[in-house]
């Protein structure tokens, strides 16, 4: 129960009452903001796979050309978030995101006028890393206004934001690819993402964390506009914000010490092996398709599917994750992804069931990314989050920067596809032994320490 007089900084901890106050509209607002965010980078990444039949015919490509191009955007997003993103410490998460969607924006924009491979994958690699900046300022901006117990299923939602604008993409491919070919997908995306950089800059609000923190010019203006907005009380003066030591958050070797560096071995290789798993399935099932016999309509049709089913397979696990330990969720949506795989080459002959496991596909596989992209945050405190987040998931982007072109290179030596999709099965297999041994060392470790709240989050 807080009061107009409480604005001692021993006292008031404004984070702390986002975190167990009940979620407000206006805080459901800016996760929606950052969802639609995130359905903008999703088109901007995947539409390259979308369109890749029809680049490879223009310009003739092979497969290990295309595997070039599909991992271009997959560099810059490694890139953008491993240099770009710690900017938002300086210069604030807003201010970033809306710089970053200046240069995905005019990035795609400039992808309609190409006239070779190589500079279309260099501007694959420019909005990359747009793209990447905004994935990481969004998903700490979705994180933050979301208190405790709804936290997991709004950093879940945000993968929905991802399987809904890759879907856009494959819609608008189907569209306009025949008649208006494939330079007008590039055209679109870039005037989409334009505007939204319009939409952001009137309705999305800064980092609470960082105006606290860092205290920029009018930051007590900025924070009671928000908290207002919240239903909390205003402050009368910015508290002192210490975050457990700003400084020592920044050494890596904290992510190692002692039982912590098992739980960030465990998080970075299932990174890696999801990820790698993931862009396959996503960058070369239509073009693997069209290959095996489906026309270029049937294989872009259950590309589709596949990031249609991405939609509900991050909103299930993101509710799983307040009511079922998620670890062993996830461990389950692994294990059907695994079977899953294997069994959609073996249909493949046949449309409509090929369509219909297509989608169970995208539902299972994008789940097990928002499944990592929940337990992240938990297996870290607060004073190393941050960092550890980020670096998990910049080494999963190694697994998915190698993918499409490990695929490419093999189906040029003449690999058969149905024994290609059997080996990417295996990654996911092997990617459950890790998240069962996480989750075990997660639970071991926390069960010791009773104040842990994000075990209460999990259980």
Sequence with gaps: DWSSDVCSSDLRDVLSEINQNPMSRYQWFVIGICICLNIIDGFDVMVMAFTAPSVSAEWSLSGAQIGMLLSAGLF????????????????????????????SGLSMLACAFVTSHGMLAALRFITGIGVGGILASSNVLASEYANLRWRSLAVSLMSTGYGIGATLGGVLSLAFVEHLGWR??????????????????????????????????????????VMQRMGLVRLDTLPIYDKNGTKEAGDIAKLFQGKQGFLTLCLWFSFFLVMFGFYFVMSWTPKILISMGMSPDQGVSTGILISIGGIFGAAIIGLLASRV??????????????????????????????????????????????????ISPTIYDANIRSRGVGYAIGFGRIGAIISPTVAGMFLDKGLAPATLYAYYGIVFVLAI???????????????QDTDVKPVKSLA
Aim: hydrophobic share 55%; proline share 2%; with cysteine.
């Design 325 to 374: 330990k998620i670890f062993y969720a996830l461990s389950v949506f692994l294990g059907l992804t695994a079977a899953c795989v294997w069994l959609f080459v073996a249909v493949s002959s046949q449309v409509s069931i090929a369509l219909v496991v297509g989608l169970l596909l995208g539902t299972l596989i994008n789940g097990c990314v928002a499944g990592l992209y929940s």
């Design 184 to 225: 007008s997908i590039f055209l679109a995306g870039g005037v989409t993402t334009l505007l939204m950089l319009l939409v952001s800059y009137w309705v999305l609000p800064d980092s609470l964390d960082y105006l606290l923190a860092k205290k920029p010019k009018q930051a007590l203006e900025k924070i009671n506009a």
């Design 433 to 447: 032994f890790l998240i069962l041994s996480l989750g075990k060392a997660f639970y071991r470790q926390h069960d």
């Design 76 to 103: 810059g997003m490694a890139a953008g978030s491993i240099f770009l993103a710690p900017l938002a410490d300086k210069i604030g998460r807003r201010f970033l995101i809306l710089i970053c969607l200046g240069i």
